[in-house]
């Protein structure tokens, strides 16, 4: 079963940037859709970006379009979240998630209920 582990979360200035990862152990990564959500306390799991299995396929949330870029490299068994223009409404806690989908398909959900597996999450901060 494949586990996830995200970095490269920490504290910068509104306007400033980000690379998130998202590092996969175990076999099969390339079966699955990988997608990014964020969650601030009290609030629930907000969908950011997802990617298909062949990296195709992307799809991002209306308040992230144009300054964040989802990639994945299969070789490295890795997601990335790259954030540009960050604002302090950016600041959560990001999770990565892999759902497992049909050889070949390049479907995407933006329903944290579709995706079985979790990293741990790695906080963002953003100071205006």
């Known amino acids: 079963q494949v586990q996830l582990v995200e970095s490269g979360g920490g504290l910068v200035q509104a306007g400033g940037s980000l690379r998130l990862s998202c590092a996969a152990s175990?076999?099969?990564?390339?079966?699955?859709?990988m997608g990014w959500f964020r969650q601030t306390p009290g609030k629930e799991r907000e969908f950011v970006a997802s990617?298909?299995?062949?990296?195709?396929?992307?799809v991002y949330a209306d308040s992230v379009k144009g300054r964040f870029t989802i990639s994945r490299d299969n070789g490295k068994n890795t997601v990335y979240l790259q954030m540009n223009s960050l604002k302090p409404e950016d600041t959560a806690v990001y999770y990565c998630?892999?759902?497992?989908?049909?050889?070949?398909?390049?479907?995407?959900?933006?329903?944290?209920?579709?995706?079985?597996?979790w990293g741990q999450g790695t906080q963002v901060s953003v100071s205006s």
């Open positions: 998630a892999a759902d497992t989908v049909l050889s070949g398909s390049e479907y995407t959900s933006r329903r944290p209920g579709a995706y079985e597996l």
């Open positions: 990617i298909s299995w062949s990296g195709v396929t992307t």
């Open positions: 175990g076999r099969a990564f390339s079966r699955y859709a």
